[in-house]
C-alpha cells in the first residue's frame, strides 16, 4: 500500500483512496466495523463490511497509525464530527503501522465536554495536542504570528533576531533567570528591548522581532509563564507616544482580518466570531480609569487582573469595543527607559483586549543624561550596562515601541481561560518537562 499516493482527509473525493493518520475511534458492530481515522486535515468514517479483515480490526487500538486503501462513497450516516460528513470510506485493505498502547489520556473527549485535568493533560502533551480544538488552537496562532511579520514587513519594519544570552538583565535585576556562561555571569533575556533600540541607533529606523522572552516570576495565574512569545516593534522619529499606538492599532486590526478570513474553520470549532474593531480605539488614562471603575488605589499602582477585567467590561459596554488604550502610567511602575510627561507620569500605555493587557508600549527617552538620571532613580547599574547608555551619546532620534504577548492575542480571542492551553509546551514555576 505504501506505493499508493495519500490522500488527505479534507482531499477525499468519491472513488478509490489510500489513507494515511491515527485510529480516532472504534466501534464494533458485529456484522460492521468502523474506523474513524483522523490526519492533520480532519476526520472520516471508515467502513470494513469485508469479514476477512474483522481480525484485522480486533487488532487495532485508539491512537494507533494506520494506513487505508478503500473507496470513497456517499455517507450513509451524516456526522458533524467529519470533516468531509458527504462521504465515507469502504475499506478494501488496513494496514497497522505503529500500534498505540493504553492511553493515559482521551484523545477523542469531546472538544466542549473536556473533563480531564489540565495539569495531567500537560503532563502527556503530546497526546493532548492531538485534540482537534488544540490543532485549531494552534493553527490560528500561526496565523497570528504570520499576519504580524506581513504586515510589519509591507510597512517597512526590518525583522531582527537579538541575542537571548545577555550580560546582564533587561529590565531589572529582579525577575531574571541566571546561568553560567563560561565562568561568567549570564542572563536569559527578559526582553529584546535594549537591541530594539541599538538596531535604530544603527539607522535601522523601523524594526520588529518575534522570539521568546524569559520571566522568573513565581505567578500561578491563568495569564502568566516564565516563557512566552513577545512580538515587539520598534520605529524611529516619532512625535509621541500617539504615533506608536497608532501602528499597534493598525497592526490588530490587520491581525483580526486575516485570522477571520484564513481560519474559519478554526472559528467555527470555538465557535468564536470575530468583531473587527474600529479606529481609534478608546484612550483612557490610567486616572480616569481608576475614578471611572471606583478604584482608590494610589495613584502611584498599577491596576491588578480584576481591576483591568473590569476596566475591560467598562470599555465594551461605553464603546462597543474589546479594545482600549489605557495610558499615562505612572513613573512608579514603568522601567526607566520610558519617557517622562512629567514628574510622575509616563508616555506610556497598556493595549487592554477583553479586559487584559495584551500590549506593553510606550516612547522611549532618547537623551542621553536624562536616559542616565532616570536609570539612577530606578537603581539600575549604568556600568553592568554600559554599552547600552553609551550609544545614546551619538546621536538618537525620538522613537518608542511595544511589546506584545502573542500567546495573551490567541487566548483572548478564543475566550479561553488558561494561557497554557495556547503554548505548545509551557513553562512555569513547576513545569520543566515535557
Known amino acids: 500500500m505504501s506505493k499508493e499516493k495519500r490522500v488527505y482527509v479534507s482531499e477525499i473525493k468519491k472513488g478509490p483512496v489510500f489513507l494515511q493518520g491515527w485510529v480516532h475511534e472504534l466501534r464494533d458492530l458485529a456484522k460492521i466495523k468502523f474506523v474513524l481515522l483522523r490526519d492533520i486535515s480532519g476526520i472520516v468514517q471508515c467502513i470494513i463490511k469485508d469479514k476477512k479483515l474483522f481480525k484485522k480490526f480486533s487488532d487495532l487500538s485508539l491512537e494507533s497509525v494506520v494506513s487505508i486503501k478503500g473507496q470513497a462513497k456517499e455517507a450513509k450516516v451524516k456526522s458533524s464530527e467529519i470533516t468531509n460528513h458527504n462521504l465515507e470510506v469502504e475499506i478494501k485493505d488496513i494496514e497497522l503501522i505503529n500500534k498505540a498502547e493504553k492511553l493515559p489520556i482521551l484523545v477523542a473527549e469531546k472538544d466542549k465536554t473536556i473533563t480531564t485535568d489540565l495539569s495531567k493533560r500537560l503532563d502527556n502533551r503530546s497526546l493532548d495536542l492531538r485534540k482537534r480544538r488544540n490543532l485549531a488552537i494552534f ?12 504586515f510589519l514587513t509591507k510597512e517597512g519594519f526590518i525583522q531582527i533576531h537579538s541575542p537571548k544570552i545577555i550580560g546582564s538583565a533587561s529590565e531589572s535585576g529582579a525577575n531574571v533567570f541566571k546561568m553560567s556562561y563560561f565562568g561568567k555571569t549570564a542572563f536569559l533575556a527578559q526582553s529584546p528591548q535594549f537591541y530594539k533600540q541599538a538596531a535604530l541607533v544603527s539607522g535601522f529606523d523601523k524594526v520588529f522581532e518575534i522570539g521568546e522572552v524569559f520571566r522568573a516570576e513565581k505567578h500561578h495565574t491563568p495569564r502568566h509563564l516564565c516563557e512566552y512569545t513577545s512580538l515587539d516593534f520598534e ?21 483580526l482580518k486575516r485570522v477571520k478570513e484564513e481560519c474559519k474553520e478554526e472559528l467555527f470549532l470555538f465557535n468564536v466570531k ?68 512629567d514628574k510622575n507620569t509616563t ?28 536609570a539612577k532613580d530606578k537603581k539600575i547599574s549604568e556600568k553592568d550596562n554600559l554599552w547600552y547608555f553609551e550609544q545614546f551619546k551619538y546621536g538618537v532620534p525620538p522613537h518608542g515601541g511595544t511589546g506584545t504577548g502573542i500567546g495573551r492575542i490567541v487566548k483572548q480571542l478564543l475566550d479561553i481561560e488558561n494561557l497554557r492551553e495556547v503554548v505548545l509546551f509551557p513553562r512555569d514555576p513547576e513545569r520543566l518537562s515535557p
Open 274 to 341: 470575530i468583531e473587527i474593531p474600529k479606529k481609534p480605539f478608546p484612550k483612557i488614562s490610567m486616572k480616569e480609569a481608576k475614578r471611572a471603575i471606583g478604584i482608590k488605589s494610589s495613584d502611584s499602582e498599577d491596576l491588578n487582573d480584576a481591576e483591568e477585567k473590569k476596566l475591560g467590561d467598562y470599555i465594551k459596554k461605553k464603546y462597543k469595543t474589546d479594545f482600549v488604550f489605557l495610558t499615562d502610567f505612572p513613573w512608579a511602575v514603568r522601567p526607566f527607559y520610558h519617557y517622562k510627561k
Open 235 to 255: 520605529l524611529s522619529f516619532i512625535k509621541d507616544y500617539e504615533d506608536v499606538m497608532k501602528v499597534m492599532e493598525d497592526l490588530m486590526i490587520d491581525i
Open 139 to 150: 493553527k490560528i496562532r500561526s496565523m497570528v504570528t504570520k499576519a504580524a511579520e506581513d
Open 347 to 374: 508616555a506610556s500605555f497598556d493595549l487592554l483586549y477583553k479586559g487584559l493587557e495584551i500590549t506593553t508600549g510606550s516612547q522611549r527617552e532618547h537623551r542621553y543624561k536624562i536616559l542616565k538620571e532616570q
